[in-house]
């Protein structure tokens, strides 16, 4: 058996072995039905996920190159060492497809770094400097804001990362903020042109000497009220022991309307980069597949603002991922 392979198993196990020793938590039946929803040993709170989603909204749109990105990064970084993170920050510049030069950061926080066993949680940070999907032409070449396709999944990562600060689990946690992952040419169909950050921190760690985490777990557009997270293919091909315990996970805590039990498609993603480089990752991601794009209504327009950011769907994903980290 491959050694990552090997370790992707014994994690899984560990993980499995973690929840059973923890599942002293009360059970509860949901109102109005006889199922019986577990009640997390540490929680999630989506009120200050969600503060942390309007915080980068704050700044505006974080397209790379502009104040309101240098601005954003350095909230990013501040807040994850005020919450006890080693961080590291990746400056560097990255050519896009169209040939624009761009300034880009990776922003690392290391939790518990004297731990072998460390799994990688992930979002991307930037926002797209294009509306393309804009129902509206004369809005195409307009920045999007982002507040669910950038800064929905670093908001739940904030907030872990305030768990984090509070509570040690079994194992280390890598949280990534990767960058330049929108910049990408969405008529070609060469994926290389998307998540420019990942690709640069997979053949250039942040440290001499880092070792490869177990697993992924990358976040991208979890905060729409009508979110479905279906299991992402390329995510079942390279970890489908960690696919199927997030989604355990998420109908044992009551969140089966939004972590569906169905095969969904194949993303161009952050993970895909890490996949490549030996690293097994799942993406969650809401996945529309009746939709003309095959994701929600605002995706990549000027309508993903936070007037279509759920604290429900933030706590479905936070409190899953927290859960699977700390058991139940």
Partial sequence: MDCRKYLLVFSILFFMMVSCSNSSGRQTAAVGTNEV???PRVVFNADSAYSYVA???????????????????????????????D??????????????????RNI????????????????HWDSRPWADNDPDPAKRKLPVMGANDGASGVGVLLEI???LSANEPEIGIDILFSDAEDWGDSG??????????????????????????????????VG?????????????????????????????????????????????DDHVFLIRAGIPCVDIIDQ????????????????????????????????????????K
């Fill in 37 to 39: 929803v577990e009640e």
């Fill in 55 to 85: 915080a980068q909204c704050a700044f505006g749109e974080r397209v790379p190159n502009t104040e309101a990105h240098r601005l954003c990064g350095d909230y990013l970084a501040s807040e994850l060492r005020r919450h006890g993170a």
């Fill in 87 to 104: 961080v590291t920050e990746q400056r560097m510049t990255l050519t896009a497809f169209d040939g624009t030069k761009i300034e880009a």
């Fill in 108 to 123: 690392i926080g290391e939790y518990f770094p004297e731990k072998q066993r460390r799994i990688l949680l992930l979002a």
């Fill in 161 to 163: 990362a305030r768990v």
């Fill in 188 to 221: 070609a169909g060469d994926d290389s042109s998307w998540a420019l950050g990942t690709q640069y921190w997979t053949e250039n760690p942040h440290r001499k000497g880092y070792q490869y985490p177990s697993f992924g777990i990358l976040l991208d557009m």
């Fill in 224 to 268: 729409d009220r009508n979110a479905k997270f279906l299991k992402e293919y390329f995510s079942m091909q390279a970890a489908s022991g960690v696919v199927d315990q997030l989604w355990a996970t998420a109908a044992s805590l009551g969140y089966d309307n939004y972590f569906i039990n169905a095969s969904g498609g194949a993303m161009t």
């Fill in 288 to 327: 529309r597949m009746d939709s003309d794009t095959g994701f929600c209504p605002q995706w990549h327009t000027s309508f993903d603002t936070m007037r279509h950011i759920d604290r429900s769907a933030l706590e479905a994903v936070g409190q899953t991922v927290v859960t699977m980290l700390f058991g």
